[in-house]
């Protein structure tokens, strides 16, 4: 390739650090040169407002919607998210072309050993429902208090003393070089996000060139697996304001397991199921079966 291939990205330090790895792997998959590669941060409007609740403010359309627009602009080639941070259903003129090998897609816990550790009445920071949720399930004495920021903001305000632990993405702070802090939380403790642990890179579903540079740095088991998730969130009509977590594994079979939640962490449905690694129907299969076992104040949360 001739020329420069712009790759966006949010400018959190994470963001930024997962930017860089998709251009250290496009540097090695086609032989570029380092400068051959820029970064373009772009400010989004989940960064600007950092006092409410995603869920309040737009959703997880806040972490995309500028990106998408300096793709349609040719402002840049691709952008690269978090994929538990892109909306379920995305525009048509977007299209996910790879995603880089899954990390440890576990929460890790700052501030205690275990969440069983957690003093009674502990009070824990999080702006994910998910968490709290599970928090909730696992200790109804804790409270939970919005947290929202980038890793170092919400260790500052751990810090300052506005709660007494965090819970963060085991990948992100591996990906910040923070490879001891914080306790793993084991996935037969707290399943993860749907898609926690992965970066892909999105491009103009019409861009053949870009779709083609891009699909040689993708992972195919990650891609099969967070898709899958992603299916089972759009079958759930699931949004930010649904407590979900789910994880799905690839071996000879493709195996996804799931659970809702209430808001306050008393009732839940878990449920796993397999099938082929090709099979579309895997995620709205478990979510169908989820739905029809839920209990009424799960499925108020859920429009699938």
Known sequence: MRGIFRIGTRGSPLALAQAHMVGDALVAAHGWAADQVV???VRTTGDRVQDRALAEIGGKALWTKELDRALADGAIDCAVHSMKDVETIRPASIAIAAMLPRADVR???IGADSIAALPEGAIVGT???RRAAQLLNLRPDLRTVLFRGNVDTRLGKLAAGE???TLLAAAGLERLGRHDLGAPIGIDVMLPAPAQGAIGVEVLAANDAA???IAAIGDPATSTCV???RALLAALGADCHSP???LATLGT???IEAALFSNDGRETVTGAIEGAPDEATIGPRLARDLLDRAPPAICALFTG
């Open 253 to 255: 079979r493709l195996r």
């Open 163 to 165: 709660a007494d632990a």
């Open 107 to 109: 929460d890790r816990l």
């Open 244 to 246: 979900v977590a789910a």
């Open 211 to 213: 779709r083609r540079l």
């Open 39 to 41: 970064i373009v941060p």
């Open 127 to 129: 702006s994910s429902p």
């Open 227 to 229: 898709l899958a998730e």
